[in-house]
């Protein structure tokens, strides 16, 4: 069975600093990867996907990295702002299924 | 932009009462799906549904759960004798196939 892991559970960082969050899966053989945002009683926004055969991808100031032999993905976000205050999630589809297994998610505080 | 909406945005029932939530999916979308996420902890998935059959389901998803899509554009999630336990965020989602799921706001259920 899939297990996703993120570390930390909770970030708290000065508005403009550069800042990563990690996300860990058991199973190496998947078929995608995707990081969302969830905010406060929201539904989830999604951010980036990453396709098994992808090393990475970009969007604006957010890059999402994938290292599928050891089993991780981070989620770079560059000269945070307040505003990207939220909850980010990490989801992985295996391969052969169509669900995603969901990480417990980093809350991230931006401090102005 | 295309979105995947849900209704109600809140729905509170009594234990035992049946109760009926609702999407619409992106409309070229093939494949459906429910998650639940329990405040707190992780977003689970239920059940995803394509060419009008459930392709998979998880262990959540008993014989007390069930979906539909009754007409072109709807798709519904019942839950026949709610319980306590049933109170959660539930997550429609929808997916052109190997691309990124897209969700709905969630309907938030509360059973008393």
């Known amino acids: 069975k899939q297990e996703v892991t993120q570390i930390p559970a909770a970030l708290s960082v000065p508005e403009g600093e550069n800042l990563v969050l990690n996300c860990s899966f058991t199973d190496s053989a998947i078929y995608n990867l995707q990081w969302f945002r969830q905010d406060p009683g929201k539904g989830l926004t999604s951010l980036l996907l990453?396709?098994?055969?992808?090393r990475e991808q970009t969007s604006g100031r957010l890059n999402a990295s994938l290292d599928k032999s050891s089993g991780r993905s981070t989620l770079y976000i560059a000269a945070s702002q307040p505003g990207d205050s939220a909850t980010y999630l990490c989801?992985?589809?295996?391969?052969?299924?169509?669900?995603?297994?969901f990480g417990t998610g980093t809350r991230l505080t931006v401090i102005p | 932009e295309p979105e995947v909406t849900q209704t109600p945005s809140h729905q509170v029932t009594q234990m035992g009462q049946e109760v009926i939530l609702r999407c619409v999916p992106i409309?070229?979308?093939?494949?459906f799906y429910w998650y639940r996420q329990i405040l707190g902890q992780k977003v689970e998935f239920l059940v995803s549904?394509?060419?009008?059959?459930?392709?998979?389901k998880s262990e959540i998803f008993d014989d007390q759960f069930s979906v539909e899509r009754p007409d072109g554009s709807n798709f519904t999630l019942k839950i026949r004798s709610t319980k306590l336990e049933d109170s959660a965020m539930y997550f429609c989602a929808s997916i052109i196939q190997g691309y990124e799921q897209y969700f709905g706001p969630g309907t938030r259920l509360t059973v008393t």
């Open positions: 989801a992985v589809r295996r391969t052969g299924a169509n669900n995603l297994f």
């Open positions: 990453i396709q098994s055969s992808q």
């Open positions: 549904f394509y060419n009008n059959e459930i392709s998979e």
């Open positions: 409309s070229n979308h093939l494949y």
